[in-house]
DNA sequence: AGCAAGAATGCTGTATGCAGAATACGGTTG
DNA sequence: CAACCGTATTCTGCATACAGCATTCTTGCT
């Protein structure tokens, strides 16, 4: 399947690619480029929530005539990162706190799905890549290194759901991730429940390598609801 | 929410749109359109699966530009309707046995979540409108009649998501939908087992009454398999 | 005759130009 | 002083133009 060909966007740290890209030479298109490019801008807030996109402005900031740019607004818009008015442009949207549950809870859903999925078809080295990652989050929850811990905890459920083998699966979760990026991204800046969320993390790692179905999709689709405490005051 | 502002494209008999289209004046942009017109041409088979378009016949055909159509196809595959190859153009996607499979599970999980939450949120005037629509589709049924049963059949389903009253769940709904549209079509040719996918939506509307959850959760993920049983020969 | 290299053609990717709509601004009037 | 209307500017929507790559046909060589 896999109707998103572009990697899933970043943190807005580095470049877009991962490192150990290579595969059959693909020539990454200048729209290509613009979608992961303003996925980040939105990601890091420096295109905040409601800032109306004057394509001649941001086409000029970003070194790229009109006609990319607008075809990247139209795959965005199409993700549900901005939306579109005729004759009035780009803005970008606005998340309101339901938002954000419903899509919590539709990710607690499908994550749970893929958890069972995934206890069923992972091989044991995936699974013991994702103790890996799991580990690595570890070390930099540790050091209290926010960013890098970001990411591998994206990255970690990104992997669950991507050895439930489901492709279809996979592609309406990096959806929905992707419009929550932003907010997740925020909702770990707070110190408080840091320590629980690494907790919870814990679990999803033993109950996958039981392969206990029931009680890994219990777990994701609570890590939601968790989340969601977590981030609802925020918003 | 919302991601996906047009309309669920039609069923390609007529042209995309309804004819009492008035409303608050939306100036339906061209690419809009487009973005439907080509939709409808892949549900109907017009343009088949793995065909490669042409961006200047096609626009040609349509009457329309290359840009607002490229625009349209980002749109489009951003949906996973079509795959895009840099510097070799637009491709129809080519959904594979396990594609289809897969899809159903998530659109199953997908419906099972809405049926909860339907059974929680709908008002009796809701549930009335699934009723109706129910009891339309039967008339369609026993009359034979395709096209319309096969519409309204799509409707109920999407009836049901969006009474769940949320609009993550309505959006990725719409994306799964919206790519299986083409494969339910054929499914449906075959005289097969139609009177009992009638036999399954009945109890979908007694179910809703009861506000029977989890009964509705399980009939709606039932269906899904009993909908993989139907078209798996035909794919 | 088969293969390879080169040329030619067609298509995609990107930039630019133009028309029409939307917004902002200033003037006028109640 | 406020509200409204007309004008000017800016921006979007679409079409067209141009450059570069992919593919195919042709031609020369083995």
Request: with cysteine.
């Amino acid at each position: 399947m896999s109707g998103r060909t572009d990697e899933q966007a970043t943190d807005g740290t580095g470049p877009a690619r991962a490192p150990d890209e290579r595969g059959p030479i693909v020539r990454q298109t200048l729209h290509d480029a613009v979608v992961s490019r303003v996925r980040d801008l939105i990601v890091d807030g420096t295109l905040a929530s409601g800032t109306r996109i004057h394509e001649s402005n941001l086409g000029r900031e970003l070194g790229v005539s009109r006609t990319p740019l607008r075809e990247a607004l139209k795959y965005l818009a199409s993700e549900g990162l901005i939306e579109l008015s005729p004759g009035r442009g780009a803005v970008v949207r606005q998340f309101s706190a339901k938002d954000i549950r419903d899509s919590l809870i539709v990710l607690g859903e499908l994550e749970g799905l893929a958890g069972r999925l995934a206890c069923v078809h992972a091989s044991e080295s995936q699974i013991a890549e994702v103790a890996a990652m799991h580990a690595r989050m570890v070390a930099m929850y540790e050091a209290r290194d926010r960013l890098p811990y970001f990411k591998l905890n994206q990255e970690i459920h990104t992997a669950i759901v991507r050895i439930s083998g489901n492709e279809a699966l996979v592609d309406v979760h990096g959806i929905i991730q992707a419009r929550l990026r932003r907010i997740r991204y925020l909702g770990h800046q707070g110190p408080e429940n840091w320590a629980q969320a690494v907790t919870e993390h814990e679990q999803f790692v033993t109950l996958l390598r039981a392969r206990d179905a029931d009680g890994l999709a219990r777990a994701l689709a609570h890590h939601m609801d968790a989340t969601w405490e977590r981030v609802k005051n925020e918003v």
